[in-house]
């Protein structure tokens, strides 16, 4: 148990410590690596997702059990878990009185969750690939709703004021983001072998023990390559405000929304574990996208994502406790 909780810290907070140092040499000039840190930061991204991600995920949906008619409602409780952020953020905004910008960054930190990296990491270290398992099913669509619902939510509140006539919804460029194609090319490979009742090789299981930790510190150590931690103390009121959000109130009514399913019934409550570490994910890096794109609040998203993730510090061990009583 102990073990693994020290893995969890090591790998979460080894690679964002990476990431940081190395920003900080470059710019002190101590070090140089012959590229920006921009071009850094999206190649790990890109390897860590187009590659080991997308070999994680066929090997996941070869052999995952389709056997159990509960689990197709995963998937869609994975989107629900990204509104309920998204619409509780978008409250508490409205009641401490945020303006747009302010408004647009609190709702993207409220929907985005790190739920791959970091929650797909605690689900196979706390629960193994048995657990792990079920991520890849929980998380199917939530990148489409990433640009499909927050992405637009967020644009809307950078234009709100001036602009309520443009459109923000474009399909056409959610559909040729590569990052979608390569997943969905990767779930259907996945679920083509496990329908074609091919045996998955055993060696896929220690591919999998490898690729998924090293995805995890690849994405982290692109995002140290970016975190500015000296904004945090200036949006701490609102930091707490999400991290209540993300650590008490949407997973709270996701296990219950879980229960009232019927998944603690099901291999000894397994299900319901999954959807307890996936929905208290912190604030995913994709939550720094929007305002850097659309002229909202950086620095505030920057911050509840910088206090979310240390507060996993605290978390995780309490996490453990969770979901070994469930």
Request: aromatic share 14%.
């Amino acid at each position: 148990m102990i073990e693994q909780l020290i893995r969890s810290f090591l790998i979460i907070f080894l690679g964002i410590l990476i990431g940081y140092l190395v920003q900080i040499l470059v710019k002190k000039g101590k070090l140089k690596i012959g590229v920006s840190l921009v071009k850094v930061r999206k190649f790990l991204q890109k390897l860590a997702i187009l590659f080991f991600v997308s070999i994680v995920f066929i090997g996941v949906y070869w052999a995952m059990d389709f056997h159990q008619l509960e689990l197709l409602f995963f998937p869609l409780l994975g989107i629900l878990n990204l509104i309920l952020g998204g619409i509780i953020a978008l409250l508490f905004a409205k009641s401490i009185h945020m303006n747009n910008k302010d408004t647009g960054s609190f709702f993207c930190c409220g929907f985005f969750s790190n739920v791959v990296s970091i929650g797909g990491l605690v689900c196979f270290l706390f629960l193994g690939e048995q657990g792990y398992a079920l991520v890849p099913l929980y998380t199917l669509i939530l990148r489409i709703a990433y640009y499909a619902i927050g992405f637009p939510i967020a644009k809307y509140y950078s234009i709100k004021e001036t602009q309520n006539d443009k459109k923000v919804f474009n399909l056409k460029n959610i559909l040729k983001d590569p990052f979608i194609l390569v997943l969905f090319t990767s779930i259907t490979i996945g679920l083509g072998l496990n329908a074609s009742g091919l045996k998955r090789p055993a060696i896929y299981s220690s591919i999998i023990a490898i690729f998924v930790p090293t995805y995890t510190i690849l994405l982290l150590i692109s995002i140290g390559l970016s975190t500015k931690f000296d904004k945090v103390r200036n949006y701490l009121k609102e930091s707490i405000i999400i991290s209540g959000i993300k650590f008490l109130i949407v997973p709270a009514l996701m296990v219950s929304i879980g229960y009232f399913m019927g998944y603690h019934q099901i291999n000894d409550g397994l299900p319901l574990k999954v959807i307890l570490i996936l929905s208290s994910a912190p604030v995913a890096f994709h939550a720094l996208i929007p305002p850097s794109q659309y002229g909202l609040n950086l620095d505030l998203a920057n911050s509840c994502w910088i206090f979310t993730t240390l507060c996993l510090i605290i978390w995780v061990p309490l996490l453990f406790f969770l979901v070994n009583i469930i």
